[in-house]
Each structure stands twice: as structure tokens, then as C-alpha cells.
């Protein structure tokens, strides 16, 4: 796609508050209407007689995720899954993650358990939502192959399939094209009884791969070329993770679909709008079984919305894979990646994905998202949350010269402490958390870039003569700095001037022009500090069919060695907080070691830094 101007977000949209969206308006409509007021739900899910009366379905509505385990899910399968689960919780119905695994050759159990904690971590839990269905487990489309063989095979009784045997260049050619109708397979007019026996022949394994596919019979002229009687079953000699060798043929996605969703009950069935021109299809198949007796009306209902387009992101899983294969990131969890795996490592919240869902809402054309509001909403939500603190990125030693002078010795050192939440994170009524402690004493480090010894003009910071608080302790003046032979600073020289303290009676008595940031030499704990950026430097890597990998970002990662106070080393692996003045970081999930090794990955900065 190109590039289109960015959709705004929906500010009204908060965690308590829900806009309005076409999804749920059909949904209020069907349960005002009493659509599947009727519905029964007998039997387990793949059983032939689900259909027949039971006891009453107690869900309101069904949707489903359905998720093929073949990669990793990313953040607009976030979307997706926060809109499916989103509305069957606010609307007392059920969600069912379904694995739809019709397709051995790629799909791997290693996939299925990573969705599974994906789902779980963005705070949606089938096991809750889905156990009026009697099931614990989350459904998978391999359950019902023999269900789907046997609709198969009703189809063909009817009159509504036929074993092709074209060659796959001849059935490319015969499908015809936008301008141009289709031509009738030779093998369209097979009697029943020559399909079925071919079409067990093919399940018997006595055809070769690709020699044959059942398709459906609707209509060569069709407009919509998916009505060219599709394929609807392949050969295809594959181990698959779940049924194992049990079958040689398997359902196409566009056949299997809509039969898992009516045998698990599914009332609306909510997919991107690549699968607008499959719903005649979806549509037709369900009246087919229903006329075969198979299923029982009221049939699942399609609907389709505009899918997520993040700028500075890709979403394709074939380009996400190519990052990982050729080694531009370090894995899929990278915490530069998309991926779920990927922003929970960098630093993401799973309430925060869930307010951009929220935020960028459901609607039915296409628009791209600023990934800056992705960001917006991690900030929104951690802002409250995340414990402040001190870490010095860039670190350079400074030297108070008179400490022993004016307190006694130079190993003096005295606490401080600062509180975690400022005053306007607390909400009113919450018991606000325990302050931070930390010390201070003769040697501090500093930003380099707080010292000037010659200063820019409006430069408040520490140059020599100037007089500047130490954010939590005391006031210093600036009396210079010491250099090696090339030049460098090595260490910058001040003076404390006692009684200046911060939170003492005498913290005004000396007026400071500015308050930086520091860690004591005494306490700081060195810690590596992985200050991650946008993966992409342009906003559409994959706009007009030029190589993404050519717009990679050289300094999406920049690794630095800092200096942390220790309320930040003691940090619990995925503690988020926020580092003063520099922005959001997260202890990282995997190598971070509390007080022994730590480790930090940059979320986010304080403001949008990529704005225009
Ligand atoms: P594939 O090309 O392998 O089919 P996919 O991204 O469509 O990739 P699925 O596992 O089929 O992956 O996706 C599961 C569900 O997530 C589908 O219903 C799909 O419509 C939805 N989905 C995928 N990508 C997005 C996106 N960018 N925005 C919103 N929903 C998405
Ligand atoms: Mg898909």
C-alpha cells in the first residue's frame, strides 16, 4: 500500500470508555433481534449431531481468533484478538482461540504454545471465556477432519463437488480472469458416483500429490472469481503436528473455515477485509451443508474489517521471518519486533495494546496508524505506574572537592530519598509507594553532556561558577574539570554547599539554576542499557514494492554502559519504570538479573522524538 495520510486516533477512547464501532452495532441489532436466541449446543464441538436440540447455549455470541501456528503473532493479530475477545466479554459471550492448522508443511507446535501466551498476556483467557462450551482446551480446525471429510463426501451426493484432474497449468488457464469467464473442467460432469469413488481413491492415498483436487461446483462465469468452483480438499503427503499421518488429503483454509466456526457455534465471525470477496463462498457452503442436513441454521455470519497498517512496521509474516532468518534482528522476541513476543520484551503492557486497540477502533477501509500513537499509549498507561528513577547513560565522574571539609571525611556518605510516584500519579484515596533510598557522597556521575566549560549561550547547566542542585541532593557550585592528554573530560569539579539538601528546612536558602540527574559512585550499580529505537527509519519500509531491508534503521540499537541507583538494580525481570529525563524502560525479561546484572531495554522516550 502507499502511503495515505495516517488515521487520527480516537481520543475518546479510553479503557473505560468504548466508542461506538459497525461490529458492535450488528452485535446489539442481532441480540436485540434474538438472532441466535435459538441456537443449541449439544455434543462437543466436530460431533455430526452438535445440531440437534440440547441444553440452551448460554453464550449470547461467539467469536473466535483463529490463528494459523505458523509464525509468530504480531501486533495487528493484537488487534485482532482484542476486538474478538474484546466484544464476547462485553457482550456475555465467548471467544474460542481456534487453531486453524489445515496447513501441515508450515504450521508447529512451537507456534501453537507461543499463541497461547500471547493471548494469555494480553489478559484474555479462553480457558474462562469459553468454558460454557464444555471446553478447556482451545479449539483446533485437525478436530474436525473427519467432520469435514463427511461434509466432503455430502457435497459430492448432492451434486455440489467433483474430483478435478486437470493439470494445475490447465486449472491456472481455465479459471479465466477480471475480464474474462472461466472455462468448465472436462471433469465437471462426472457422475456421483465416479467422484466419490475418485475422491476416496485420493483419501486412500492412491493418487499422487497434486494429481487431483475436489472442487466446488458453482459457477465458471462468476464474477467473483472464488466462486469458480475453489478448491475445496488437496493431496498433500505431509506429517501434520496434530493428526500425525492420519491423512494424505486436507481441507482448503477457505473450506475448512467456515465449517469450524458452525460447528463451534460461532455467531459472528470477524476476519480482515482480504476475506470480503470469500464470504459469498463462506455463504454458499453454509446453505449447502444446511440443505445436506449437516449443519443447522442460524448459520455464522461473516464480517470483515480494515486490518492494522502501523507506520515504521511491517506485519507481513514472511518479511517478519526474513528479519529473523537473516539475522537483522536477534530472534523473534528481538525487542525491536512487532511481535507480541517482541513488544512484551521491549517493554510493552498488555493494557497498553489494549488501549491502542481501543484508540485506532474497528472500521471497514483501509488507513495507516503514526506508530507514535502506539507509543502514546504505552506512556499513557505507564505514566501512573512506572516508578521513577535515576540512571546516568553517559556517565563522567564528579568530584565534590570539599566533602571531607564539610562533612567530616571523604567516605561520608549520607541517604537520600526521593518518591517513587510523583504527587500527581497518585490517585486520591491509594496509599502512595515507598520512597526510593539512595546515597550520596564525595563522587557522583553525571551526564557528560551536563558539563560545559565553556557554556552555549542559555546553558543551565554545570560550568564553572554556576550553581546547580544534584536532583534530590544538594547544591552544588561548578568549579571546573580535569582533562586527559587529548582533551577529554575526565572528571568535572564542584563544591557542595552544605544545608542546601533537598526536603530540608534549608533546601531554598541557595537559589540553583537547574536540577540534574545523578548516581552516586557509593551505590550505583553498573548496568547495561539497550537503547532501542524504531526498527525502520521510514514509515512505509514496504511502500511501492521496494526492499524493505533497505529502509532498516542503523541506530534502532545503540548499547551503553550505565550508571543505576539501586531501587533500578534491584529491579524484578519486565519492572518497567521510568528513567528521569530519558524516558520509559523495562528491566529485560530474559537478562536481567536483579542486583547481580542488570539490564534495560528503552520502551519509549518521554515525548515523541519522530514527529514532524
Ligand atoms: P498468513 O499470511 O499466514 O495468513 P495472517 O497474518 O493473516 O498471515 P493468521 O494466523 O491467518 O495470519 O491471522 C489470524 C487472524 O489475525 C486472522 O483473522 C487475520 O485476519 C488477523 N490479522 C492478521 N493480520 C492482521 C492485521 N495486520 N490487523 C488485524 N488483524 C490481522
Ligand atoms: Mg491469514
Not at 518479511?319 to 517493554?347: F, Y
Amino acid at each position: 500500500m502507499n502511503a495515505p495520510t495516517p488515521k487520527a486516533p480516537d481520543t475518546n477512547a479510553t479503557a473505560d470508555h468504548k466508542v461506538s464501532n459497525f461490529l458492535r452495532q450488528i452485535i446489539e441489532n442481532d441480540l436485540d433481534k434474538g438472532t441466535y436466541a435459538t441456537r443449541r449446543w449439544a455434543g462437543s464441538p466436530g460431533d455430526a449431531t452438535h445440531h440437534a436440540a440440547g441444553q440452551p447455549d448460554p453464550a449470547k455470541i461467539r467469536t473466535r481468533f483463529p490463528p494459523e501456528p505458523n509464525g509468530y503473532l504480531h501486533v495487528g493479530h493484537a488487534k485482532s484478538i482484542c476486538i474478538n475477545f474484546g466484544l464476547a466479554k462485553e457482550y456475555g459471550g465467548v471467544c474460542h482461540l481456534r487453531f486453524d492448522d489445515t496447513n501441515p508443511e508450515k504450521e508447529d507446535t512451537e507456534y501453537v504454545n507461543s499463541i497461547i501466551d500471547a493471548v494469555k498476556w494480553l489478559g484474555f483467557d479462553w480457558a474462562q471465556l469459553g468454558q460454557a462450551a464444555g471446553s478447556a482446551a482451545p479449539y483446533q480446525a485437525s478436530d474436525y477432519f473427519d467432520f469435514m471429510y463427511r461434509a466432503a463426501e455430502a457435497l459430492i451426493e448432492a451434486g455440489y463437488a467433483y474430483v478435478d484432474e486437470q493439470s494445475a497449468e490447465d486449472m491456472r488457464a481455465n479459471r479465466g480472469d477480471f475480464g474474462k469467464p472461466g472455462v468448465d473442467s472436462p471433469f465437471r460432469s462426472r457422475t456421483v458416483t465416479e467422484n466419490l469413488t475418485r475422491f476416496r481413491e485420493m483419501r486412500d492415498g492412491k493418487l499422487d500429490d497434486g494429481a487431483a483436487v475436489l472442487r466446488a461446483k458453482i459457477d465458471m462465469a462468476s464474477p467473483n472469481i472464488n466462486l469458480r468452483d475453489p478448491a475445496i480438499y488437496r493431496i498433500r503427503r505431509a506429517t501434520h503436528h496434530h493428526t500425525g499421518d492420519t491423512w494424505c488429503i486436507y481441507p482448503m483454509y477457505t473450506f475448512a473455515h467456515p465449517i469450524e466456526d458452525a460447528l463451534e457455534q460461532i455467531t459472528h465471525s470477524i476476519c480482515t477485509l482480504e476475506f470480503e470477496d470469500q464470504r459469498p463462498f463462506y455463504d454458499w457452503l453454509m446453505e449447502r451443508l444446511c440443505e445436506c442436513k449437516l449443519l443447522a441454521a442460524p448459520s455464522p455470519k461473516q464480517y470483515e474489517f480494515a486490518r492494522l497498517n502501523l507506520t515504521y512496521v511491517i506485519t507481513s509474516k514472511r518479511k517478519l521471518a526474513q528479519l529473523v532468518n537473516e539475522s537483522k534482528v536477534s530472534g523473534w522476541d528481538d525487542p525491536r519486533m512487532p511481535t507480541i513476543v517482541g513488544l512484551r520484551r521491549r517493554g510493552y503492557t498488555p493494557e497498553s495494546l489494549r488501549l491502542f486497540a481501543d484508540r485506532i477502533g474497528v472500521t471497514k477501509s483501509d488507513s495507516w496508524i503514526d506508530y507514535s500513537t502506539l507509543e502514546g499509549c504505552l506512556r499513557e498507561d505507564l505514566e501512573n505506574k512506572a516508578h521513577r528513577g535515576m540512571a546516568v547513560l553517559d556517565p563522567v565522574k564528579l568530584v565534590l572537592t570539599n566533602w571531607a571539609e564539610a562533612f567530616g571525611s571523604d567516605g561520608y556518605t549520607e541517604d537520600c530519598t526521593q518518591p517513587a510516584l510523583p504527587h500527581s500519579a497518585i490517585a486520591e484515596g491509594q496509599t502512595p509507594p515507598a520512597d526510593r533510598m539512595f546515597k550520596i557522597g564525595k563522587e557522583v556521575w553525571i551526564e557528560r553532556e551536563d558539563f560545559e566549560e565553556v557554556p552555549p549561550k542559555g546553558y543551565k547547566r554545570l560550568f564553572p561558577g554556576n550553581v546547580v542542585r544534584l536532583k534530590g541532593g544538594y547544591v552544588i557550585e561548578c568549579t571546573g574539570c580535569a582533562r586527559d592528554a587529548a582533551g577529554n573530560v575526565t572528571e568535572v569539579h564542584a563544591k557542595v554547599i552544605p544545608g542546601t539538601k533537598s526536603g530540608t528546612p534549608g533546601a531554598d536558602s541557595v537559589k540553583a539554576k537547574a536540577a540534574i540527574t545523578w548516581v552516586s559512585v557509593a551505590d550505583g550499580v553498573q548496568a547495561e542499557v539497550r537503547l532501542y529505537d524504531r526498527l525502520f527509519a521510514e514509515a512505509h519500509p514496504d511502500a511501492g514494492g521496494k526492499d524493505f531491508l533497505q529502509s532498516l534503521n542503523p541506530d534502532s540499537l545503540k548499547v551503553v554502559t550505565a550508571y543505576v541507583e539501586p531501587s533500578l538494580a534491584g529491579a524484578q525481570p519486565d519492572q518497567k519504570f521510568q528513567f528521569e529525563r530519558f524516558g520509559y524502560f523495562v528491566a529485560d525479561r530474559l537478562d536481567h538479573v536483579a542486583g547481580a546484572k542488570p539490564v534495560f531495554n528503552r520502551v519509549t522516550g518521554l515525548k515523541d522524538s519522530w514527529g514532524k
